[in-house]
């Protein structure tokens, strides 16, 4: 039997992450309508959230075409009436499960993304149902130097071969994650954008020269899609996910504003420390998560994330359940936090913070109007 809900935001038990219903609606809208101008279409990424009640705001109520990090995810969503589904992470020989193929001959449009010619030779070499064929996205590297097959690589002309060849799959086109777009200089940030876009087209117009056509040309990230360049508006589709939420992060990344944010995490004053000068909170690393910030951010030490409502605090260090947070400069006026009183965190990476909860508190202003439950595993 559901739990009835904590009445307001201050009823909650902490520590827990609590998402602001109002500020999510826009942030989704915001990127529905972006799309819908640029004449792009949207296939969101559903990693930050993982909830049912996400996905159906960033696609509108349509519940068609996602894309996930996990299978785990794939099969949620599937389970949960979703349909155009993306499986956005490498196929392998060793990751072709029972699962992937029952998943593959359940959905209409459930589509693989492979990033080599191995990961394409283990797909084609496993059979599906009668009349079912596997449906293939070729993940591009356009230099983040993730994953995906380097856009200037050999190997893609080998791929592109291999693709002609079969007669089982379906080839959709190309995908991009630019997740170098994470920087919080604008110049560079759009000629990483520009950069990415040119060597995708680059790859679109060798493999049509080899007589290989992409219906789609996908790319993006929350960065680039919050913030697009012009050239974008080519793409076919992009697939941003962390706008849901957006985080810390992001506004260092000029993606948002601190108003933007959606989520933050509830937690309780535990302890004043003044021999040590910090403040602890019920907030360690397993409610906040423990994402470093990535070199581009390096000016902003690990965890560093603002208060809301009190830029003199900082957090900077955590233990398993406990937060310690210092004051951003002087001392620390201990009579403006008593113990047993709450403070709401930033996330730092909105992503990383909310794998570590099992359930979000979603609220209206102060009042809890839902609870979203996540998926979770792989
Ligand atoms: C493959 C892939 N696509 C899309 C995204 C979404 O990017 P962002 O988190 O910047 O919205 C990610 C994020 O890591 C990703 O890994």
């Not at 894309?67 to 992470?89: H, P, R, Y």
């Not at 730092?348 to 909860?357: D, E, K, L, Q, R």
Request: aromatic share 8%.
């Amino acid at each position: 039997m559901e739990d009835s809900l904590p009445a307001s935001i201050f009823d909650v038990e902490t520590p827990c992450l609590l998402v602001d219903i109002d500020i999510v609606k826009k942030n989704c809208q915001t990127m529905i309508d972006r799309c819908k101008t640029m004449g792009v279409e949207l296939r969101p990424h559903m990693k930050t959230h993982k909830t049912v009640e996400g996905a159906e705001l960033m696609t509108n109520g349509t519940k068609r075409k996602i894309v996930v990090s996990t299978l785990d995810e794939a099969i949620f969503f599937a389970d949960n009436g979703f349909e155009d589904i993306l499986w956005g992470s490498p196929i392998v020989p060793g990751r072709i499960s029972k699962r992937l193929i029952n998943l593959c001959n359940k959905l209409e449009e459930f589509h693989v993304m492979v990033a080599t010619l191995v990961g394409l030779e283990a797909i084609l070499a496993t059979p599906l149902n009668e009349g079912k064929k596997w449906s293939v996205f070729l993940e591009i590297d356009c230099g983040y130097g993730r994953t995906g097959c380097c856009w200037n690589s050999e190997e893609i002309i080998s791929i592109c071969e291999k693709i002609k060849q079969s007669n089982n799959m379906i080839f959709q086109g190309l995908y991009t994650h630019c997740g170098n777009s994470y920087s919080p200089d604008i110049e560079t940030k759009n000629s990483i954008q520009q950069t990415t876009f040119d060597r995708l087209i680059d790859v679109k117009s060798k493999l049509s020269g080899l007589g290989l056509e992409c219906k789609t040309v996908g790319c993006g990230s929350t960065p680039s899609c919050s913030k697009p360049i012009e050239c974008l508006s080519n793409l076919t589709e992009m697939h941003p996910g962390n706008y849901i939420f957006y985080d810390y992060m992001q506004v260092l990344a000029n993606s948002c504003d601190f108003e933007d944010i959606a989520c933050k995490v509830a937690t309780t004053v535990v302890d004043h420390k003044p021999e040590v000068q910090t403040l602890v909170v019920d907030c360690g690393w397993t409610a906040f998560g423990l994402d470093a910030p990535h070199d581009q951010f390096k000016d902003a030490p690990l965890g560093q994330a603002p208060i809301v409502d009190h830029p003199e605090l900082r957090m900077f260090s955590m233990t398993q359940e406990l937060g310690k947070l210092k004051a951003a400069e002087g001392e620390i006026d201990y009579s403006k936090y008593p113990l047993g009183s709450r403070l709401y965190l930033y996330p730092w990476h909105s992503c990383c913070t909310t794998c570590a909860h099992p359930f979000y508190y979603v609220h209206s202003g102060e009042k809890i109007v839902g609870k979203w439950r996540t998926t979770r595993g792989w």
